[in-house]
């Protein structure tokens, strides 16, 4: 299933760089395309962190900022008893919640190689297949995030564009400290 969305995997912006590699999911191969014509991108950072990860108690925040042309947006927020991976996820999810606009491209930047991987590799069209196992036949976990994040995805035209955490992305660093006030601002 084509759910409109690429993987980027030059370090700038397609913004910046109009001539990214992507990866092209109807041709499943990687090729330059040239960027976004005429319509200015949507760009979105999203960052997820969790204070005791894997421990029984711990919480996690998400932060997200949306920005299109001058215009930017900021979102964070945070769980009780959940995962870095889920909120990673809950991040991407809460940004594509906020845009209205369907007719306009969406650049997702995010060093989650999870949710990058998922998307690149396609894994979620194996987990589909295969009932939502895993290849070790386990329950794929974050299933519910994950449908969540497919369904959204089917509504825009989405690239996705791994970036390195905790290094210097102006944007990027202003999606963790988002997720870290995320954190803070969840009551224990």
Not at 17 to 29: G, L, T, V
Not at 51 to 79: A, F, R
Not at 84 to 100: G, P, V
Not at 114 to 119: D, E, S
């Amino acid at each position: 299933m084509d759910f409109g969305f690429r993987i980027l995997d030059a370090e700038k912006p397609a913004t910046q760089n109009p001539k990214s590699r992507i990866w092209n999911h109807k041709s499943n191969q990687r090729e330059i395309m040239p960027g976004h014509q005429s319509v200015d991108p949507i760009i979105i950072y999203c960052d997820g962190a969790c204070s005791n990860n894997q421990s029984s108690n711990n919480v996690g925040g998400w932060g997200v900022v949306l920005k299109y042309k001058q215009h930017i947006k900021e979102l964070h927020g945070g769980e009780r008893n959940t995962s870095n991976q889920r909120m990673e996820l809950t991040a991407c999810i809460r940004a594509l919640e906020e845009i209205k606009s369907k007719d306009k491209p969406i650049i997702i930047h995010s060093d989650s190689a999870y949710l990058v991987n998922c998307m690149h590799e396609r894994w979620y069209e194996r987990w589909q297949r295969n009932g939502w196992k895993n290849v070790k036949k386990q329950p794929v976990e974050n299933r519910d995030l994950w449908e969540q994040l497919l369904e959204l995805l089917s509504r825009f035209d989405v690239t996705f564009q791994k970036v390195q955490g905790h290094a210097g992305v102006e944007l990027n660093e202003r999606a963790d400290v988002l997720a870290r006030e995320g954190i803070r601002k969840t009551p224990t």
